[in-house]
């Protein structure tokens, strides 16, 4: 690498570094596949977002319904039962930007009046209704790739070329809002580690996650806890922090602007040590 290429190399690095933001999940679900259950009763779902927000959360991600291979579907109301509430009574006790990780069209519209300040949809808007409800506000949107769905996402996935395979997804998707009246400035895109993946597949987005900035949108990475880090490691759910840390930095290494975590303290660690590094690189 040249001196004139270390620097542009090292240069955009440290801007990349200056508007990561920390992404907190906060799952209100009984059956999701690392904290089901955990944070269902609203006191303490409370007190987590607290504590993340004490730790350095930029964001929290509200998720009714989980995507785990295998998962059930939820009905809306019950979705909008164990969402809505816990929203507003976020944004009327703390200053922080909230996310609701939802794919129904009924449940964004609830969140976009009671404040949400993005939608995070693993069905990247192809319900029926969420365009429509989307293009209606100002609110920004996390489109994620998934191939299939998640009862069955995980059986024998293929692709052709994933990294190629992914962008064409996206440029579908982004026209499609665009289409719709969605502003591409409101997006943010997210490759989908561990929808319709398999191992080898997660690692080859993470290792040539760069190639989506081609796309001139925000990246966001969702790699936390994830079989990804279990499988090649051997490592249970709640034994996967180092995994989780190793690959986020290498996603923001590669260009995320946003990381998806369930642990936030530790992960807003590893970005201080990445700034730290980085006021010394050429």
Do not use: W
Not at 30 to 40: E, L, N, R
Not at 47 to 73: H, L, Y
Not at 99 to 116: F, L, N, R, W
Not at 206 to 216: H, S, Y
């Amino acid at each position: 690498m040249s001196k004139t290429t270390q620097a542009n190399f090292s240069a955009s690095i440290k801007n990349q570094l200056d508007t990561v933001q920390v992404m907190g999940i906060l799952n209100v679900t009984p059956d999701s596949f690392s904290d089901g259950g955990q944070f269902t009763h609203f006191d303490s779902a409370l007190k987590q977002v607290e504590q993340m927000i004490e730790q350095g959360v930029d964001i929290i991600d509200i998720g009714g319904e989980s995507t785990r291979p295998g998962a059930v579907d939820v009905r809306v109301q019950d979705e909008i039962v164990r969402v809505i509430p816990l929203l507003k009574a976020i944004k009327s006790r703390f200053d922080i930007n909230v996310s609701i990780d939802t794919s129904k069209a009924e449940v964004m519209s609830e969140a976009i009046i009671y404040g949400a300040d993005m939608i995070n949809d693993v069905r990247a808007l192809q319900n029926e209704g969420c365009l429509e409800v989307v293009a209606q506000s100002n609110i920004a949107v996390c489109l994620m790739h998934m191939q299939g769905m998640p009862r069955s996402m995980q059986e024998n996935p293929q692709y052709k070329d994933i990294i190629d395979d992914i962008l064409e997804f996206f440029k579908q998707r982004i026209n499609c809002c665009e289409r719709s009246g969605i502003n591409k400035e409101r997006l943010v895109l997210d490759p989908g580690f561990g929808f319709g993946k398999t191992v080898a597949h997660n690692y080859e987005v993470l290792a040539k996650f760069t190639e989506f900035k081609a796309l001139g949108l925000p990246l966001l990475a969702g790699i936390s806890r994830k079989s990804m880090i279990g499988n090649l490691l051997n490592r249970d759910v709640n034994e996967r922090l180092a995994g989780s840390l190793a690959a986020a930095i290498v996603a923001i290494q590669q260009g995320a602007n946003i990381i998806r975590v369930h642990d936030v303290q530790e992960s807003v660690d590893a970005i201080k040590i990445l700034k730290a590094v980085a006021k010394y690189q050429i």
